[in-house]
């Protein structure tokens, strides 16, 4: 199957600070991505969502960014708070196919 | 406004037990899955469903059948339980097939086979 990578499996930040989550795909063909956030004990929510004819999108204090050169997806979270505390994945979706290959996800703590 | 509800939340299976994890939707979606989340490795699809009256083998379909019993239900069962079986499922559903923002997950069914 993809392999959806993450840089890092654990990420901790101060809470205020901004937090950066990054994202390896391996599938150029894939023209569509989104960032999911999981509490703990729930399922994925959507965050945001980016297509392959994209380069930057911004939501609010989350912004996705996609360079296809390198096949890299991050995921910048403004001015951190205790609330987003979680574990985030990417997701991608090839042009071809019925369905997404989710990453193995990062764990962001915020520490107050 | 419930989303996507999945019964049970937690169940204990003897190896070879067979059981139905059930989920139904109330957002009028047409698409449904099945997705199964081990420690160390994304979600992997089992079985979806573009639409009602439709089903399709996902990633790791072997040891699971599914019945999309209506547009609102979308069911799956384990036959004859394994230990390689003990997972969180999460069954989601979606406005239209490949999902994006329509993507609406359950809140999962931890299960744990002994």
């Known amino acids: 199957g993809e392999s959806v990578g993450l840089h890092l499996p654990t990420l901790s930040v101060q809470e205020g600070d901004n937090s950066i989550i990054n994202c390896a795909y391996s599938n150029s063909a894939s023209d569509y991505f989104i960032w999911y956030k999981q509490e703990s004990g729930k399922g994925p929510q959507f965050i945001i969502d980016?297509?392959?004819?994209?380069d930057k999108r911004q939501g609010q204090r989350v912004t996705v960014l996609l360079n296809k050169t390198v096949k890299h997806l991050s995921l910048q979270i403004a001015a951190t708070q205790p609330g987003d505390s979680a574990v985030y994945f990417c997701a991608e979706r090839l042009n071809t196919g019925n369905q997404f290959y989710f990453g193995t996800g990062t764990s962001l703590t915020v520490i107050p | 406004n419930a989303g996507v509800t999945q019964t049970p939340k937690f169940q204990v299976l003897k190896t070879g037990q067979s059981m139905t994890l059930q989920c139904a939707q109330d957002m009028n979606h047409n698409s449904m899955y099945w997705y199964r989340q081990d420690p160390g490795m994304g979600l992997r699809l089992i079985y979806y469903?573009?639409?009602?009256?439709?089903?399709d083998k996902g990633e790791v379909p072997n040891g699971y059948n599914v019945s999309r019993l209506n547009k609102r239900e979308f069911s799956l069962r384990l036959e004859s339980a394994a230990p390689s079986q003990t997972s969180v499922y999460f069954c989601?559903?979606?406005?239209?097939?490949?999902?994006?923002?329509?993507?609406?997950f359950g809140s999962g069914t931890r299960l744990t086979v002994v």
């Open positions: 469903s573009a639409s009602e009256g439709t089903t």
């Open positions: 980016i297509r392959s004819n994209m």
């Open positions: 989601a559903s979606s406005t239209i097939l490949q999902g994006g923002k329509g993507y609406t």
